[in-house]
């Protein structure tokens, strides 16, 4: 049996939202997967709502903001790439900023994280 707040974090998840979502816009997933022209499948949208995958890839979420006309932003926060907490410099800290780059493979994402802690830390010295 789901304890209260069990439902209250599942609701506050980034599928319970994405299936708000859907459902704000009247949307099947069919339709969704459609709309996006097939970039994200209904079943790969449903394993989203039901918090099956967590962290699906910006690019994903991307169409998905496009198709829901909701803020890419708040879905990227929703999956943990960026925190909405600002630094000392005014600026909100990014997980990384690769997200900005389609399809990197997680090799590639790691490369790109080693050599920006590489330009840091020379910049330290």
Request: hydrophobic share 40%.
């Amino acid at each position: 049996m789901a304890k209260v707040g069990d439902q209250r974090a599942s609701d506050e998840s980034l599928g319970a939202h994405l299936a708000r979502l859907r459902t704000a816009a009247g949307l099947s997933l069919r339709q969704v997967e459609d709309a996006t022209e097939k970039e994200v499948s209904n079943a790969y949208l449903s394993q989203l709502e039901n918090n099956k995958i967590a962290k699906p890839s910006p690019n994903i979420l991307h169409a998905l903001a496009r198709i829901y006309k909701a803020s890419y932003e708040d879905l990227m926060k929703r999956a943990g790439y960026f925190t909405s907490d600002a630094g000392a410099s005014g600026r909100r800290q990014a997980k990384a900023a690769t997200f900005a780059v389609q399809g990197l493979t997680p090799e590639e994402e790691q490369i790109l994280l080693d050599y920006l802690a590489f330009i840091r830390k020379q910049k330290r010295k």
